[in-house]
């Protein structure tokens, strides 16, 4: 009993201390353009926070049973551990003064304050894009990574990685002065979380048992299929669902007729995505495969992201159509040639299609003055400044992905042992069992 | 890899040719009514969207794991491929210039604009709604039809019969001219793909081992129990929660205090049908049957839909009521006197309480000068102009259906063969299992 | 048949009688003021409505497979007569006209108006909170109550515990007089619901199995894990998305610049609470714990409910850590201290942690003139008004919950046999399955 109460008198006293606050206050009483924008960013923000429950439920549904527990734990988890962070330290880095010529923000860290309802509104929508860039790695090293690994990765992805490009781009920093252009995060947001996601997976080495060695010496991989397919479509279908607060509320502004333009372009990029991968999963693989087309919806999402703001249907369309194509050709790239081990296929769907969406701005784009590509007479200079995007924020987040998970590799160990992945890391990191009841193959 | 790139190059070639736009420009700033309708109405559409995963979920919860994959495909396909489709031809007929005296629409085919705000709002909010009606079918012919052919019956519901039945209420044909009255859609989207459900499970013949003839040679149903009710009943809440954009956001203004009246009854419109759904099923049955209670639920949805901006609370308790009778009197008879097997009662549901609702606009509704009842002093005008319109848009869907199953029926086949039906449709389909690694009984 | 021509005769009569209604009328047309207010409180009530989902969700998957239809019928249905209760009686006895001194309102029973938007509109986002008090109580009472009885219970918990002390503190009755402050309901919904939870599992006694008696004569509870992990998972995020309209919209207005304040003090809240419940556990039972964290997020989310419009995000922080930690403490104490057998830990989240958050406002409440609190120079005066509060809801539910599970108890019976719940509630109450054609242990 001592030790419970020793933690609650932790736990109170750190909190009394954080309780003590600036300044108390009131209410303001907006006008219509300031309360439409507010409640517009606020509805915008609560969609994103469902794009949580599709990872986690997109990412269960795609691996095994025996880890189900510790993938909904990891995807609950690093949402909670990221926003106390993004609010601590990340919020101030994007969005503080811009500082070193706009690389980073400073300021606003640890924000207390009372009365700033503008602070809040903006701070509540861009926590939760933070939040979707953490956890698209979670599925890609699902299945063999500690717990404890896990939640130190999240904790500098949402703090450090994450908001620094994120300055550069959406915080006034260098590449927006360049008149580098990401509408809703195909770089800023996706492809961030999806280098992390190809690095992660890469530096943790593939789950026991995915390669073997034939006897001409070469890998060869083995399908391990997903134990609830339902679930990961309902996972796709929230994920969509969320995505039209993703890129609709990006406008940040309620009176902004570019919303309209919004929802159909990434309705249509969405589409395409899917019916492009089941098209050419039918085709490569004799049969209209569903984890594929469930990729194809996410690679067309991710890929619209971008350029949804600045794009007609029929380029919404283009963009999806070959997003979909090229999500079924990375993963199988990265499976069967790089023999990287990415249970879900998240860098496929967020780095590949994030780049790829973020490079068709310079090609569709069709907006003077913001965006104006190739088709649409602006030759390859919006191009030029898009693939300058790509190249440094991958350089940014793929090189410091690789420090982190080497440097937790090496101080606390990324992997669990062969036996606990074995056993599964619902009993061997949790001590619980997701299906309880069930019979469930011991060898799966 | 030469396939791979053949597809890659059909994809860009095809891409880039559709790139090609019209008009650039930029966005258009609102004033406070139109921002408002425009956010309005794109909430309003995601939460219809959320409908999709309701569909999704009811319809596999409903049926058997083994054809689990293929359900929750046919479900997200169906509304990639209808938006493509309701985007290049659909729309046009539906909302195009009235042509032929109020039969079809014509103009707005593929169109691929840069700066028209009005439209791709609107096409957003119609779009959603046209995919309902589309995938209503799904459960009905569900568990023995083949993937490829469920594609194309969705090409032709969201390209041609939606539209053209959708043209004579809402956008601007005959019926509306005629004084019939459809809110938000029970005969337009419900009734339309109910009788698709209906008709298509008739074309396709019973489930192999549902009809058995007994020593008298009369034919006796077999109960097929779902394999997932906590699933089925997610749907149930799934749907719920989009019909309040559904019916909300028929009003197609923020700022019309219609809104007000069609949250009240649609609540209870629902809340009605789910308790005499209950009732009903716990007299009859001796049990408070659960599939029952949902299919209450939505039968009160879909009844209300019509009239939920003309009714009383009380009225719409009385609708509701009515419903939740209806459907399980009509999941009975369809399947013990019609022997039509209808796997998830989607015929009951949609079609059957969808004429209900629309005819019930003749009885209960209570606005002058737009839908005056019987019960509230109008006479049988009104009832009169609403059964005209449940007559003729049921012959031109039910007609429209007939053809159309048949003819594919003829050209490329409806079902799958028995043996891929007991081997179950995800692994025949598919190649893939819904649940791998749980224990399965594999005679269900 | 002539029993079905009979269930419809009497539904059409009884129905045909509710829709006599008063006064026809068209609609008005509002102002961007009334607009705003009237979509904001549409969106959030139909957010509010989705936690139902959400509640479904997670007493489903924390429990065992064989009551998992039970439960999910439960969560719907007393949602539907929980709404059509309210319309008749729980509404009036809680908006009504102030009586008794502010003991109850009176009037607006069976309300069945045509024109009256504010109603509507207002009846819309309360019902929904009502149901989210009713509806807390179905996990406590989970795996061992009869279906008939929990229905019986729901009516008088939505048409009279319920809007009781919701008058005292929403309707203008004599708590709100006296100061005592309550923003979203941690008190006036979740420690209504988390005192009939407490009552209600302690009347009925816990599941078979649960307590076994040792050699030394004390009782020693036994785990028994959920079915279902993930789906619990999904239904905290559901609760939390949901909680987004439940704390944002209890502004009752939508240019109300709190509503900034509120979605982050609501998000840090349940962040710092599942993080503290997930190390509370680590350290007592040596491993992150699945539900404990769920709890732990909820728990931060009930507390946070109170004071989510007057704190400031660091005292946000401090009130979920604080949550987290006691919610597992109280579950803790409620199995093995009180042995009251709470299979979800209802009354742990709802009760312990909705009289946490309401005694919190009194603590790190600072907004001058509605709630100044101790660490902000208002010295014991709210915290007095606020524990005055907690002491006479909790007099008023636990008191009327007692006498209410009583007399079930002696009317009707409160539990099924002992036989029933070996079996499973599923197949004894619903003569179904939940999973047809699952292999599940039949010992669990």
Known sequence: M?????????????????????DSGGAAVWGWNESLDMIWLFLGASLVFVMQAGFALVETGLTRAKNAVNIVMKNMMDFCIGSLVYWAVGWGLMYGADRAGGLFGVGSFFKNVMDDPVFYRDWFFQVVFAATSATIVSGAVAERTQFKSYLIYTVFISALIYPVSGHWIWGGGWLSKLGFYDFAGSTVVHS??????????????????????GQNGKLSPKAIPGHNIPLAMLGVFLLWFGWYGFNGASTLSGSDSTIARVCVTTTLGASAG??????????????????????????????????????????AIAIGLIAGVLVVLAVEFIDKVLHIDDPVGASSVHL????????????????????????????????????????????????MSLVLFIVIKAATGLRVTRKEEMIGLDISEHKAEAYTGFQIFSNM
């Open 274 to 315: 899917a019916i492009a991968a089941l098209c050419t999963s039918w085709i490569l693989f004799k049969k209209p495969d569903s984890s594929m087309s469930m990729n194809g919806a996410l690679a067309g999402l991710v890929a619209i992201t971008a350029p949804c703001a600045v794009v007609t249907p029929g380029g």
């Open 352 to 399: 590949v299609c994030g780049i790829w969406g973020t490079l068709a701005v310079g090609i569709w784009g069709n907006v003077e003055g913001t965006a104006r590509g190739l088709l649409h007479g602006g030759g390859f200079a919006q191009l030029g400044r898009q693939a300058l995007g790509v190249l440094s924020v991958g350089a940014w987040a793929g090189l």
């Open 192 to 213: 961030v979380g999806g280098w992390a996601a190809l690095i992660g997976a890469a530096v943790i080495g593939p789950r026991t048992g995915k390669y073997t060695k």
């Open 2 to 22: 001592s030790k419970r109460l020793f933690i609650a008198a932790v736990f109170m006293s750190a909190a009394a201390v954080l309780g003590f606050a600036q």
